[in-house]
């Protein structure tokens, strides 16, 4: 645990020396603010929009850029470690493999957890300050759940991170195979359950059909924001979702549970990568 | 009890045979240098001896122990090693970068201090790695080896990258380290001014073991002549010693190479050379042992480049 604790304290020390988290701080307070503040200039107003419609737009801006945080922060942690020749020689240490990884996930995790509070954090002060129409009994708990999930959702793609970084030969491989597991779950999945929708004419079975959205944890990730503000309007894929019987909590559960599939993958890779 | 025990030890990587039948062993204090070309197989044999990996056949014990598996975590906090060409987290501060490994090791931090002094980094203990010459990380690369006084020592080309006073330091420190029972392998590519240090040499070639021993007996086995400079010898030279005039000029006098076996009566008869004012004894040094197997196994079995040109 020591070992696994020290891996972990030194990663989160990287993190702030190299301003990781300062600069992903910013990126998500600059963007919850700005959506916040001008999410309904398309209307013609300026001014804060309610907090819902901040949340779910929010969210769906949210799911794009988390996950791709995520995979740049962690993308290299193993290849790269490897490049410096510093993998051999932690590996001559007392410190098994999966306390590696296990520390790294520990380091990165709290990186991206702070930034994610910090930045959403001060989003949320603004909005509670300077917002008539938000009160903070409201405003809580929702960008609470809300930063959860985010987080939730950065460790799951910080785990996808180290399955790509325990099989990538070198660092450049790495970064290509983490923007190609970004575009297939960010973009490509929506559109291919889409088109088996289109393409079907909707003749799939109407009752699984929205589970299949389980299958990609960004989908979880914007069904829990919408399972909390059920009132919102949808658009798109994310009205069928609609019919998904999972409350907020099931969901959660679901996006953990996500967690722990790419992290069992990525120790049972590394363990076998030869030296 | 041995420190170190190879018997046999192979490791193949599908087409290729990086270590065949190597048998080695070390006893408490003893140092052991471990010759050979870039793929000669050194890098496999300390891999091997680590537990990093497995062999393909063959035994390895390290403090009498298997190297791998779960029970032998315990036993690395004992060794220390430093490989070639690692280069540290660039954002950490040296003295950083060493808690972290005294951590890992299980050192307390009250040694980290003391030994960054000891490999003359103390006045840069503050600073960020990134801004460390090479050899200031190479001693940050020995401070970590040499944390929490391990019983066996790795190194890998210990001494790149240093000058000429840090290299004596370091190898006064290995000095040190031996009189309290430390074994150390030293792995390089023939190190200039190591014979001192070593009480046995290794020298691999392909994966295999060309030459073993120490350095009198490498010397026997590679039956190397010794070099022997006049200054003043007047000529003739003595009957004996005229069949090894190897060179001659105005400048450098006369060089002689002398076969072992004919040194003493060489130098008996050389003495009494009348105008000699010098005479200059050499043997050979370990550079040239070295060549010397390498070149030997080249004979024997021809490099795959040279067979291609």
């Known amino acids: 645990m020591t070992v696994l604790l020290a891996v972990c304290h030194k990663e989160f020390k990287d993190g702030l020396r190299n301003r990781w988290i300062v600069a992903i701080s910013l990126i998500l307070a600059l963007l919850a603010i700005g959506l916040a503040y001008f999410g309904s200039a398309a209307a013609g107003r300026v001014g804060f929009s309610s907090l819902a419609t901040t949340l779910v737009s929010l969210s769906s801006l949210a799911v794009f850029i988390i996950p791709l945080i995520a995979l740049m922060l962690a993308y290299d942690s193993l290849v790269g470690e490897e490049e410096n020749g510093t993998l051999l020689l932690l590996l001559s240490y007392p410190l098994a493999r999966w306390q590696l990884l296990l520390g790294k996930l520990c380091g990165h995790g709290a990186i991206l957890a702070v930034a994610t509070l910090l930045g959403f954090g001060a989003a949320a002060l603004v909005m509670g300050l300077f917002s008539d129409t938000t009160d903070w009994a409201a405003l809580l708990p929702a960008f609470g759940l809300f930063i959860l999930s985010a987080v939730l959702l950065g460790w799951v793609f910080i785990a996808f991170a180290y399955v790509i970084s325990a099989v990538a030969t070198e660092k450049s491989k790495a970064a290509g195979l983490a923007l190609v597991l970004w575009f297939l779950l ?24 929205p589970y299949l959205l389980l299958l990609n944890p960004t989908d979880i990730f914007r069904l829990i924001s919408i399972s909390y503000f059920a009132q919102e309007q949808l658009s798109g894929l994310m009205a069928i979702a609609q019919h998904v019987q999972l409350g907020t909590g099931a969901l959660l559960l679901t996006l953990a549970g996500w967690l722990l599939l790419p992290v069992l993958l990525a120790l049972w890779l590394f363990n076998r990568r030869p030296l | 009890m041995h420190i170190v ?39 496999t044999a300390i891999k091997l001896i680590l537990g990093l990996i497995r062999p393909s056949a063959g035994t390895v014990r390290v403090f009498g122990h298997v190297p791998d598996g779960a029970d032998a975590r315990d036993r690395r906090r004992q060794i220390g090693f430093l490989q070639e060409n690692v280069s540290f987290y660039d954002q950490l501060t040296g003295l950083e970068v060493l808690s972290y490994f005294a951590r890992l090791k299980g050192v307390s931090r009250r040694h980290c201090l003391p030994t960054l002094e000891q490999v003359g980094l103390d006045h840069a203990s503050g600073r960020r790695v990134k801004t460390y010459s090479k050899g200031m990380r190479q001693r940050l690369g020995l401070a970590q080896a040499l944390l929490g006084e391990p019983k066996l020592l790795l190194l890998d080309e210990p001494t790149v990258g240093l000058d000429p006073i840090a290299t004596r330091d370091f190898y006064q420190r290995l000095a040190q380290l031996k009189q309290q029972g430390c074994t150390i392998i030293l792995c390089s590519h023939v190190l200039p001014g190591v014979e001192k240090y070593i009480d046995r040499a290794l020298i691999l070639g392909q994966g295999q073991l060309l030459a073993e021993g120490s350095l009198a007996q490498l010397r026997q086995q590679a039956a190397l002549p010794l070099t022997l400079t006049l200054k003043g010898a007047s000529y003739p030279l003595p009957a004996a010693c005229a069949d090894f005039v190897h060179r001659r000029s105005a400048s450098d006098g006369i060089q002689l190479q002398v076969p072992l076996e004919h040194k003493m009566s060489c130098l008996r008869q050389l003495m009494t050379l009348p105008g000699l004012t010098d005479l200059e004894l050499q043997p050979p040094s370990l550079e040239d042992l070295y060549s010397h197997f390498i070149h030997h196994q080249a004979v024997d079995r021809p490099h795959p480049m040279e067979e291609c040109q």
């Open chain 1, 186 to 209: 960010v973009l490509v999945f929506d559109l291919g359950l889409l088109g088996l929708l289109v393409g079907t004419e909707g003749k799939v079975d109407a009752e699984l059909f």
């Open chain 2, 5 to 43: 025990e190879l018997h046999q030890a192979e490791k193949r990587y599908r087409e290729v045979h990086a270590l065949q039948g190597l048998d080695l062993t070390l006893r408490p204090g003893e140092v052991l240098g471990l010759f050979g070309h870039n793929g000669a197989g050194k890098t």
